[in-house]
């Protein structure tokens, strides 16, 4: 198999790596697991500092890492800037906060001296996706190496640059050889990966079906696991949220990353008062935003990821405007070089169409207008999944109350669906389990380990 970098503003491939070969995957196994007998002894100011070193290195080169992903996978340069930002961000949460995190916790009970250490497991597998390169390598790295764990990543196969650059500068950073280790190698391999007694755990962000198979795998073989997966996020706008800002935060929702995040508002659920205010609004933002090269500033739309991502959604929503779905913006691709899909409204969605519950990855919104709130929350949760949403309204309290009442892992108010370093990031139904970033995320792969004495 071979990794080729394409830039999808061009559709031109810029360079390609070859996979690793069998035997070559069972040595770097072996190289992590050696790795993990010295690394998880490692004091955690020597683990702080690596870490600190990489997240000051991360802003050093803040462009530089910004245009390979741009050049990689098409997302605007102002975003890709963000994005290594937001990496640096969350290396310094976990190095600053490991220490406290990973603190035994005292559980004296009946005279007993008894505490809950948290030690680490081994070697874990990371499935990353190709919509953030960094953020989601980082996610998942960060809170493990500071807790103890070594790290093998197999990175999407169209960010191969992003996959290297990432493991080369945390070597640059004093990262011992081992701890840290990218791996270009087809799906195939995963299984045994996995099935491998050397390794403990697995985490995967991407699509239902790859999550189904890694789990299946992982429970067979008695491993643990965390899934992030799809996501199909609602938007509600009741009848008294602020218009103006609501429309403004839809744009933001909808189109970070054109669109292309799990956690990306994608049904847009309006109370019927103020259905054709929004939806004017909405329409007319979207209208005014310019396609172009991703590497200029000036460009509000960037290409998708990849042609064929391009294709597969355009497909998507040709299957529902001839199934009877009404489109108020776009429905197309522009007549331009690139793996571009203009930004597009469809209402009138119903469930025999392939974009009701659907995860679209791509410029491309559904609007529902329902008679009211309850009518909202239902809608809301008919969906098989449950990651993230949003309620807009300028009554507080009323949004928590809708809010506690969504069947998904956060829920904002008065915001899309957001993340943070502080904050944990995970899903339920069919958006997986387990839980990122925070002080969760470092205690999803640790014995959480009981040690219980008392006086004879």
């Excluded at 197999?154 to 011992?176: D, F, Q, Y």
């Amino acid at each position: 198999m071979t990794f080729k970098t394409v830039n999808p503003y061009t559709n031109e491939q810029v360079e390609s790596f070859e996979s690793l070969s069998k035997d070559e995957l069972l040595t770097a196994i072996g190289a992590a697991h050696d790795a993990f007998g010295d690394w998880r002894t490692t004091s955690l100011d020597t683990r702080r500092a690596v870490m600190l070193a990489f997240a000051k290195q991360l802003r050093e080169r803040k462009r530089e890492f910004a245009e390979l992903i741009t050049l990689e996978m098409g997302k605007r340069i102002s975003e890709s800037e963000y994005e290594v930002e937001f990496c640096a961000q969350i290396v310094e949460f976990y190095a600053n906060g490991a220490a406290d995190f990973l603190a035994d916790t005292p559980m004296n009970v009946d005279g007993a001296d008894a505490y809950i250490q948290y030690a680490p497991i081994g070697v874990l597998l990371g499935v990353m996706p190709w919509n953030f390169p960094f953020y989601q390598v980082v996610r998942f790295a960060a809170p493990n190496i500071m807790a103890g764990n070594v790290v093998m990543v197999k990175h999407a196969s169209n960010v191969p640059r992003c996959a290297l650059t990432i493991e080369a500068s945390l070597a640059t950073c004093g990262l011992p050889a081992g701890v840290f280790t990218n791996l270009f190698i087809p799906v195939e391999f995963v299984d045994s990966i996995i099935a491998d007694d050397r390794v403990s755990g697995v985490s995967l962000t991407g699509s239902e079906k790859a999550g189904a198979a890694v789990a299946g795998t992982a429970g067979s073989s008695l491993k643990r696991s965390v899934l992030e997966l799809g996501g199909n996020d609602p938007f509600i706008v009741l009848e008294d949220a602020d218009l103006e800002r609501t429309v403004k935060m839809a744009v933001r929702g909808r189109m970070v990353n054109t669109g292309q995040s799990c956690v990306a508002a994608k049904r847009f659920i309006v109370v019927r008062s103020v259905a054709d205010r929004f939806i004017e609004g909405f329409k007319d933002a979207l209208s005014a935003m310019k396609l172009g090269d991703p590497m200029d500033d000036e460009t509000d739309v960037g290409p998708l990821s990849t042609e064929e991502a391009a294709q597969n959604l355009d497909a998507l929503v040709t299957q529902s405007i001839d199934a009877g779905a009404t489109v108020l913006l776009g429905g197309g691709r522009p007549d331009r070089k690139g793996a571009f899909y203009s930004p597009t409204i469809l209402k009138d969605v119903t469930k025999d169409m392939p974009t009701y519950d659907t995860e679209l990855f791509g410029p491309v919104a559904t609007v529902y207008v329902v008679a009211d709130e309850e009518a909202a929350i239902k809608l809301a949760n008919d969906s098989s999944y449950g990651l993230g949403g949003s309620v807009h309204t300028e009554d507080i309290e009323r949004g928590r109350r809708v809010a506690e009442q969504i069947d998904t892992g956060m829920v904002f108010i008065n915001q899309p669906t957001n993340s943070q370093a502080e904050l944990p990031f995970g899903g339920t139904k069919n958006s997986g389990y387990g839980r990122e970033l925070s002080h969760l995320g470092i205690l999803e792969f640790v014995n959480k380990k009981l040690i219980h004495s008392k006086a004879r």
